[in-house]
């Protein structure tokens, strides 16, 4: 079942310039995972944060979680060609046994 | 540099026919998953499995069976294969006990049945 919902669907920046992406869910969460997915590969693990946790750094990744309204934010800055892919949040919920859920994904394309 | 691998990266079927998936890990992990991935639909859950020869039903189950026989590989099994299950199939694995490196997924397999 569809848990995340990636807000927007389809987003295209000009090299250089930040994108942000959101996801929502419906139920309460143990962590939430970003992932990306280059053109026809498998998903590939960027960053994990956890329900006790607000905002989370890694490289050029920004992630932000709001529990209370159910939402999480992935910003990418000074975006690279190399950056496009369609991008996933899941949601690990507790009694899941860390099965994740996906999100339909944000398609990301950077223009150089 | 760990991985999973998924032992086709393309494959085209006829219908009808028996289809074996093949999945294979490296990293010692407890759970093993099969995705399909659709177009407009994202990432649905076909199995899973938590150990050896233990296997979970996901949320699309029908017409699949799966297979653990050992710890590192988890083959998917298309019975009678058909059409709709025309797809891009991913196979991921996961720690049991540390969850903060999350899933790692394997290459894909497109599948086409004609």
């Known amino acids: 079942s569809q848990q995340g919902e990636e807000d927007p669907q389809a987003l295209s920046i000009q090299e250089g310039e930040n994108a942000t992406m959101n996801c929502s869910y419906k139920?309460?969460?143990?962590?939430l995972q970003w992932y990306r997915q280059n053109s026809g590969r498998g998903l590939v693990h960027l960053i994990l944060?956890?329900?006790?946790?607000r905002e989370k750094h890694s490289g050029r990744l920004r992630v932000t979680l709001d529990t209370s309204k159910k939402s999480s934010s992935l910003l990418i800055t000074a975006s690279r060609a190399a950056d496009t892919a369609s991008y996933f949040c899941a949601t690990d919920a507790p009694g899941s046994a860390r099965q994740l859920t996906f999100g339909s994904g944000t398609q990301l394309t950077v223009l150089p | 540099d760990v991985k999973v691998t998924q032992s086709s990266r393309y494959l085209v079927k006829r219908t009808g026919e028996k289809v074996f998936l093949e999945c294979v890990q490296d990293?010692?992990?407890?759970?093993m998953f099969w995705y399909r991935q659709d177009p407009g639909l994202g990432l649905r859950l076909i199995y899973f499995s938590y150990d050896v020869k233990m296997k979970e039903k996901g949320d699309i189950p029908e017409g699949y069976s799966v297979s653990r026989e050992k710890k590192e590989r988890f083959s998917l099994i298309l019975e009678s294969a058909s059409t709709n299950q025309t797809s891009m199939y991913l196979c991921?694995?996961?720690?049991?006990?540390?969850?903060?490196?999350?899933?790692?997924f394997g290459s894909g397999t497109r599948l086409t049945v004609v």
């Open positions: 990293m010692d992990h407890e759970n």
């Open positions: 944060i956890r329900s006790n946790e």
């Open positions: 139920t309460s969460i143990n962590n």
């Open positions: 991921a694995s996961s720690s049991a006990y540390d969850s903060f490196y999350g899933y790692t």
